[in-house]
């Protein structure tokens, strides 16, 4: 579809996201996801989900909801960010046949954990950890990249979790702590993001790998 596009000749129950596509294309959400209160941000129990360009509360943790004024816009800036990070890399060796990728499980403080539900259910998922391939960049700068990019978040990595083959993919997971940027900033490739409760995880549509990557946080957590 192209930005001539026209509200009203969206399917019944459609929208589109307030973030353009690629090459500056309007992105039809096809069932778009349901934001909660904002009193659920506050509960440790609750999940908290909010769609693009959603309301979200002042704060949480001590650490604002304000959409990054200052990102890194380009290869070089995000590697100098990421050479920030103290995390050690273990080697990377891909199996044949699959391509790097990279991921990150962002934890706030009241144990929840950021998960994204990509538009249109992509790839088959209905919530994912927030992951891409690093098309020629660094491991730690794709991770922050696609925190950004799938959550609106900036983060700074913690700790590698694991590496784990994936349908297409051999992806690598850090451990990262949210710095800032607000989920309702969330880019196209995400039709809403959500603060799960550990307790409520079974709950969701985890693909095997992603449970496997959940152990792992749980466990690096403890």
């Known amino acids: 579809m192209t930005s001539a596009l026209k509200t009203e000749h969206l399917p019944p129950g459609a929208g589109i996201h307030p973030q353009p596509g690629d090459v500056g294309k309007q992105v039809i959400i096809r069932r778009p996801s349901k934001a909660t209160p904002l009193e659920a941000w506050s509960d440790a129990t609750a999940i908290g989900a909010v769609v693009p360009g959603g309301q979200m509360p002042p704060s949480l943790s001590g650490v604002?909801?304000?959409p990054w004024e200052d990102p890194p816009t380009n290869a070089e800036s995000w590697e100098k960010l990421a050479r920030t990070s103290l995390v050690e890399d273990p080697p990377f060796s891909?199996?044949?046949?699959?391509a790097p990728a990279t991921?990150?499980?962002?934890?706030?403080?009241?144990?929840?954990?950021?998960?994204?539900?990509?538009?249109?259910?992509?790839?088959?998922?209905?919530?994912?950890?927030?992951?891409?391939?690093?098309?020629?960049?660094?491991?730690?700068?794709a991770a922050l990249i696609e925190a950004y990019e799938e959550s609106g978040l900036r983060v700074r990595l913690l700790k590698h979790l694991l590496d784990i083959q994936r349908s297409q993919t051999y992806t690598r997971y850090y451990l990262a702590e949210r710095l800032g940027g607000t989920p309702a900033a969330m880019g196209w490739e995400s039709q809403c993001v959500l603060l799960v409760p550990v307790s409520q995880m079974p709950s969701l549509q985890l693909a095997v790998a992603d449970k496997l990557v959940l152990e792992s946080a749980l466990s690096a957590a403890t």
């Open 94 to 98: 891909p199996p044949k046949g699959f």
């Open 64 to 66: 604002a909801f304000q």
């Open 103 to 141: 991921g990150v499980v962002i934890r706030e403080p009241d144990g929840r954990l950021w998960l994204v539900a990509p538009t249109n259910q992509f790839g088959g998922y209905e919530v994912t950890f927030p992951k891409g391939r690093p098309d020629g960049k660094s491991l730690k700068a």
